[in-house]
């Protein structure tokens, strides 16, 4: 299958990718949205923003009314890179530019204990759901098939064992010449899949229209092509 053979058909405008950390959401989504030319939007990083933000401003993270309040008064926006440095995305929040500040290992402590905050998800979900309704979007998260946009024209839910998450980015880290621990990350992935998945509100799961794709015995390039044929079996 190639693109072209799709060319006369409309593809699916909203796209949504699901799953739990590391299982692959963001490389696939990036490559979906660059061959489809649709904006790529990872909503992760809009939980990160506003852990550091909170960080920042030296509040403390258990301090759920304060966060929910600087969520609800931040405007963050997710625009197309405007450097060549690396990053998927600008992140502005309120027009200033943090898209290396929401990678800090203190953003990744604390970032699931401020995803699971309700009043911070409903003033996330707003924002998200304004970028994603304008069409033309591959929008990746963990509640984005199930909350945000339940009504997306085509859902997969990317899934990959604990072990092979925790290889895939211990390759990673070692590739940027990072220490890295593989049976570390295991234990810190382990408990933050659990973290996301029991959480009261919208927790990680799989849509019931969701397409599972569980990618342990995958590369991206067949990722990437089972998506395709997805988006192809998709297009009225
Ligand atoms: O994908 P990530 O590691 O950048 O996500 C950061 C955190 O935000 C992670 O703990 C899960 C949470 N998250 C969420 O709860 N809902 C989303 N739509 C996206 C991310």
Redesign the pocket.
């Known amino acids: 299958m190639t693109l072209d053979s799709m060319a006369n058909k409309p593809f699916p405008k909203i796209i949504t990718i ?1 799953g739990p ?1 590391a299982s692959g ?2 490389t696939l989504g990036k490559r979906l949205a660059d061959e489809l030319e649709y904006l790529f939007f ?7 923003a506003v852990t550091w933000l909170a960080l920042q401003d030296g509040l403390e993270i258990e301090d759920e009314d304060r966060i929910t309040l600087l969520a609800e008064g931040t405007d963050i926006d997710v625009r197309a890179p405007s450097l060549d440095d690396g990053r998927q995305n600008d992140i502005l929040a309120d027009g200033r530019d943090i898209t290396w500040q929401i990678r800090l290992p203190e953003v990744d402590a604390n ?2 204990l401020v ?1 699971s905050y309700g009043g911070v ?1 409903d003033a996330l979900t707003i924002q ?1 759901r304004r970028i994603g309704q304008r069409g033309k979007v591959v929008m ?5 098939g199930t909350v ?1 946009l339940p009504d997306a024209d085509l859902k997969i839910y990317l899934d990959a064992s604990a072990e092979e998450r925790a290889r895939r980015r211990y390759h990673e880290q070692c590739e940027r010449g990072e220490e890295s621990d593989q049976a570390q990350i295991l234990g810190a992935m382990r408990k ?1 899949d659990k973290f ?1 998945s029991t959480r009261a509100v ?1 927790p ?1 799961r799989a849509a019931p229209d969701a397409v599972i794709i569980f990618s342990d015995n995958m590369d991206a390039d067949q990722v990437l092509h089972t998506a395709l044929q997805l988006v192809h079996q998709r297009s009225l």
């Open positions: 699901d950390a959401k963001s990872d909503t992760g990083v809009m939980y990160r970032v699931s995803s998800r998200q990746v998260g963990r509640d984005i945000v933050r996301d919208a990680l």
